[in-house]
């Protein structure tokens, strides 16, 4: 009797599982491959395909339908990004004797440069969120507390937000001067820890063990699922500290501090390689988005140093 063959949903959950499993992919990472993989199966479904089946032609018949719905170039690109994987996995693994999406390239699009505060505005920020501290009520000093420290770890150490939110109690805990952070693909990176981040933690600890809540796995802890404080709802906070700071919202967010984690130490001297080390970035191109930052303190070194630059 011939083997009834694997629906879609198969094929996806089977390449879910090898990410999970064999990468560490992130629950955050699995939702968005989860997100395109069904949206790309939901309309081959309505053409009468499947993933099993699909041609060379039917991809690209897809990813002109996504660029028809107003996607994104990024967006499409993003969605080719999880096509070609799934594919890659399903050849070898067996499950297709040929890769439909080797040979598609994605979308053009150019790279646009990242936003980032200025370092008084930052400060600006930092400052707005320690004046919290001197409001009556305890449960407001510690909620402002947590804010000034999420802000002052984040800007000291380029975090990114989930790995930020998901720090555990032991790093505020410990006298130290590096965080170890776990990032994607479950890799582990060292990040120095500044005096104003310490402190930050310190007041932080210290009033949450004020208001007896006990102790905690989580540096941030929350009674959601997670156990700990959402990106979104940092991000919510972050955006109303912004307009108290004299700040547009749209410009301000947990990756934009990221990013000027990252500027502001170009900026002064930093090594590229040794910012994408901080990052976690796992490819220097990754992190070369930031170059913009070193032309420009190179056009002021020939303008300051040259012997022939004009007075």
């Given at each position: 009797m011939p083997r009834r063959p694997k629906s879609n949903e198969t094929h996806i959950a089977l390449f879910l599982d090898m990410l999970a499993a064999e990468r560490g992919a992130s629950k955050n990472t699995l939702s968005a491959y989860t997100r395109d993989l069904q949206d790309f199966s939901a309309d081959l479904g309505a053409i009468g395909k499947t993933i099993a089946a699909a041609t060379n032609d039917h991809l690209r018949a897809y990813l002109g339908r996504l660029a028809k719905r107003?996607?994104?170039?990024?967006?499409?690109?993003?969605?080719?990004?999880?096509?070609?994987?799934l594919y890659r996995f399903l050849y070898s693994e067996g499950h297709r004797s040929d890769d439909p999406a080797a040979a598609i390239e994605g979308p053009k699009r150019?790279?646009?440069?990242?936003?980032?505060?200025?370092?008084?505005?930052?400060?600006?920020?930092?400052?707005?969120?320690?004046?919290?501290?001197?409001?009556d009520t305890i449960s407001e000093r510690l909620r402002a507390a947590r804010l000034a420290c999420l802000l002052e770890v984040l800007y000291a150490t380029g975090l990114r937000v989930s790995e930020l939110v998901a720090l555990p109690e032991s790093a505020a805990r410990r006298d130290q001067r590096m965080l170890v952070v776990r990032g994607k693909g479950a890799r582990e990176r060292l990040v120095p820890l500044n005096d104003a981040a310490k402190r930050a933690m310190a007041e932080y600890l210290a009033l949450r063990d004020e208001t007896k809540l006990g102790r905690s796995k989580w540096l941030f802890p929350s009674f959601g699922e997670t156990g700990h404080l959402?990106?979104?709802?940092?991000?919510?906070?972050?955006?109303?500290?912004?307009?108290?700071?004299?700040?547009?919202?749209?410009?301000?967010?947990?990756?934009?501090?990221?990013?000027?984690?990252?500027?502001?130490l170009l900026q002064n001297g930093a090594d590229l390689r040794v910012v994408q080390t901080l990052l976690g970035h796992a490819d220097i191109s990754t992190t070369q988005i930031y170059t913009h930052v070193l032309a420009e303190r190179l056009k002021s070194l020939v303008r300051d140093l040259h012997p022939l630059a004009e007075e």
């Amino acid at each position: 009797m011939p083997r009834r063959p694997k629906s879609n949903e198969t094929h996806i959950a089977l390449f879910l599982d090898m990410l999970a499993a064999e990468r560490g992919a992130s629950k955050n990472t699995l939702s968005a491959y989860t997100r395109d993989l069904q949206d790309f199966s939901a309309d081959l479904g309505a053409i009468g395909k499947t993933i099993a089946a699909a041609t060379n032609d039917h991809l690209r018949a897809y990813l002109g339908r996504l660029a028809k719905r107003g996607l994104a170039a990024a967006s499409v690109a993003r969605h080719l990004s999880a096509i070609r994987q799934l594919y890659r996995f399903l050849y070898s693994e067996g499950h297709r004797s040929d890769d439909p999406a080797a040979a598609i390239e994605g979308p053009k699009r150019g790279r646009s440069l990242p936003k980032v505060l200025s370092i008084a505005e930052v400060d600006n920020l930092l400052a707005q969120a320690r004046a919290g501290l001197s409001t009556d009520t305890i449960s407001e000093r510690l909620r402002a507390a947590r804010l000034a420290c999420l802000l002052e770890v984040l800007y000291a150490t380029g975090l990114r937000v989930s790995e930020l939110v998901a720090l555990p109690e032991s790093a505020a805990r410990r006298d130290q001067r590096m965080l170890v952070v776990r990032g994607k693909g479950a890799r582990e990176r060292l990040v120095p820890l500044n005096d104003a981040a310490k402190r930050a933690m310190a007041e932080y600890l210290a009033l949450r063990d004020e208001t007896k809540l006990g102790r905690s796995k989580w540096l941030f802890p929350s009674f959601g699922e997670t156990g700990h404080l959402t990106r979104q709802h940092f991000a919510r906070e972050l955006k109303s500290l912004a307009g108290a700071a004299g700040l547009k919202s749209t410009r301000v967010s947990p990756h934009v501090l990221r990013h000027a984690f990252a500027s502001h130490l170009l900026q002064n001297g930093a090594d590229l390689r040794v910012v994408q080390t901080l990052l976690g970035h796992a490819d220097i191109s990754t992190t070369q988005i930031y170059t913009h930052v070193l032309a420009e303190r190179l056009k002021s070194l020939v303008r300051d140093l040259h012997p022939l630059a004009e007075e």
